[in-house]
C-alpha cells in the first residue's frame, strides 16, 4: 500500500513538474501566439509602406476622405519619416501640420473583414500634448471604415471643443442600423446609448509615447452581443455595451485612414484579426522589436 501511495504520488508530482516546465516553454513568448494573427504592421523603419501585409503594402493618399484620387506615396511637406523618434529609436512617421489630405492603406486583405462573427484588433502608439498641437478640430488618429465616420466605422478621435480635450472609442454601424430615421446627433446622444468610449483626461503628453488598442469582437452576428473595447497603454479604460454590430462593407473600397487631422509622432501600426485578450494586450504593449520577428 505505501510502495502504491509512493508511486502515485511520484507520478503526479512529475505529471505537475512537466506541466509546470511546458507551460514555461509555452509563456516564454507570449508574443508568438499574437503573430500569427496579424494581419498589417507598419514600423516605419524603412520607409511609409507597411512592412508586412496581407493585402497591399503601400500607403496612400488622397485629397479627402472619399479617396477618389488616391495616389500611392506620402506628400512632401505635410508627412514625413522622422529618423531617430520612433518608440525604439529607430523611425516614427511624423504628421507635420493639420492636412486636408488623407493617407491610408487599403483595407482588403489587411482588415480580415467578415460578413458573419467578424473580430479583430487594431493597435498603434501616440506621441502628442493634445491640448498644444490640436486645435479646434475633431481629430482621428484612426479611422477605418468604407463610407465614413459614422456608417460602418471603427475610429478614435480627439474631440473638438472641450478643455482637456477628449479621447474617444467610436464604433458605429451601418448609418441604417445605428440612425435609421437620419435624425440623431452622435455628439448628443445619452451616453448609454451611444456607442463610444470616452476618456475625459487621457494620458498623452509631447515626449511619451502611448500604446492605443481598439479590440471588438462579434460584429455581424445579427445579434445584440458585438462588444468593443478602448485601452490605453495596455488599461482598459472602458467598453460599448454589447449591441447589433452590423457593418456592411465592400471590402476592396474599405480604408484604414490614419491621422486625419492629427499633428504628432505616430508608431508601430498593427491590425489583428482577433480580438486580442487583456493579457495580450499587455504583452503587446511590453514587447520590444518588430512584430513581424520569426515569422
Not at 492636412?99 to 489587411?110: D, E, H, L, T
Not at 481629430?139 to 480627439?158: L, M, S, Y
Not at 487631422?261 to 491590425?271: H, T
Request: glycine share 8%; hydrophobic share 35%.
Amino acid at each position: 500500500m505505501q510502495r502504491y501511495l509512493l508511486a502515485n504520488m511520484t507520478t503526479i508530482l512529475a505529471s505537475c513538474l512537466f506541466s509546470g516546465s511546458w507551460a514555461l516553454v509555452q509563456g516564454s513568448d507570449p508574443i508568438s501566439g499574437i503573430r500569427e494573427t496579424l494581419t498589417l504592421s507598419a514600423t516605419y523603419e524603412s520607409g511609409p509602406d507597411a512592412d508586412f501585409a496581407k493585402g497591399d503594402k503601400r500607403i496612400f493618399a488622397a485629397s479627402s476622405a472619399e479617396r477618389k484620387d488616391s495616389n500611392p506615396g506620402l506628400p512632401a511637406g505635410e508627412f514625413e519619416i522622422a529618423k531617430g523618434e520612433g518608440r525604439q529609436g529607430g523611425s516614427a512617421l511624423r504628421f507635420v501640420k493639420k492636412s486636408n489630405k488623407v493617407v491610408f492603406y487599403q483595407a482588403a486583405g489587411n482588415v480580415d473583414y467578415q460578413k458573419s462573427d467578424w473580430s479583430g484588433t487594431a493597435s498603434f502608439w501616440l506621441n502628442l500634448d493634445p491640448q498644444t498641437d490640436l486645435g479646434d478640430w475633431y481629430c482621428d488618429p484612426i479611422q477605418i471604415t468604407e463610407k465614413g465616420w459614422n456608417d460602418a466605422a471603427i475610429w478614435v478621435d480627439f474631440t473638438k471643443n472641450e478643455r482637456p480635450k477628449h479621447f474617444r472609442l467610436g464604433v458605429l454601424a451601418d448609418l441604417k442600423a445605428w440612425n435609421p430615421k437620419g435624425n440623431l446627433d452622435f455628439d448628443k446622444l445619452p451616453p448609454g446609448e451611444q456607442p463610444a468610449v470616452v476618456v475625459p483626461r487621457a494620458p498623452f503628453s509631447k515626449g511619451k509615447w502611448t500604446h492605443v488598442a481598439i479590440v471588438f469582437e462579434h460584429y455581424n452576428t445579427a445579434t445584440p452581443n458585438g462588444i468593443s473595447k478602448l485601452y490605453l497603454d495596455a488599461k482598459l479604460q472602458g467598453s460599448v455595451s454589447p449591441r447589433n454590430q452590423q457593418y456592411t462593407w465592400n471590402p476592396e473600397k474599405a480604408a484604414i485612414q490614419i491621422g486625419m487631422g492629427y499633428v504628432g509622432l505616430f508608431d508601430d501600426l498593427a491590425i489583428f484579426n482577433k480580438a486580442l485578450s487583456e493579457a495580450e494586450i499587455q504583452a503587446l504593449h511590453k514587447h520590444k522589436g518588430p512584430l513581424t520577428d520569426s515569422r
